[in-house]
Nanobody
């Protein structure tokens, strides 16, 4: 499956952005989907994940209560709504796919190209 992330940009602290990740190729709906991010000089880290049917979600502690992951299987798209953004959320955000939640949160099968989010103070 091929992934194309979009929606990044520059936003002030406290603002909101919504990232999108469009999938193509193999059947999108059977995969768990996730978002990761990599800040300058840091390792890539898990942000959020959602099961293929959308019934279970997981979040990193650093984004709980501020970010919401969702998906639309009819549009082959997963979203990351980011509210109350902080400067420390600045990073390149990547979408990812895996057969299960365990796979997508630890060792995804495929990655998108990344979209840059910059939060100014």
């Amino acid at each position: 499956v091929q992934l194309q992330a979009s929606g990044g940009g520059l936003v002030q602290a406290g603002g909101s952005l919504r990232l999108s990740c469009a999938a193509s190729g193999r059947t999108f709906s059977v995969y768990a989907m996730g978002w990761f991010r990599q800040a300058p000089g840091k390792e890539r880290e898990f942000v959020a994940a959602i099961t293929w049917y959308g019934g279970i979600t997981r979040y990193a502690d650093s984004v709980k209560g501020r970010f919401t992951i969702s998906r639309d299987n009819g549009k082959n798209t997963v979203y990351l709504q980011m509210n109350s953004l902080k400067p420390e959320d600045t990073a390149v955000y990547y979408c990812a796919v895996g057969n299960t939640m365990v796979v997508v949160t630890t060792n995804p099968s495929s990655w998108g190209q990344g979209t840059l989010v910059t939060v100014s103070s």
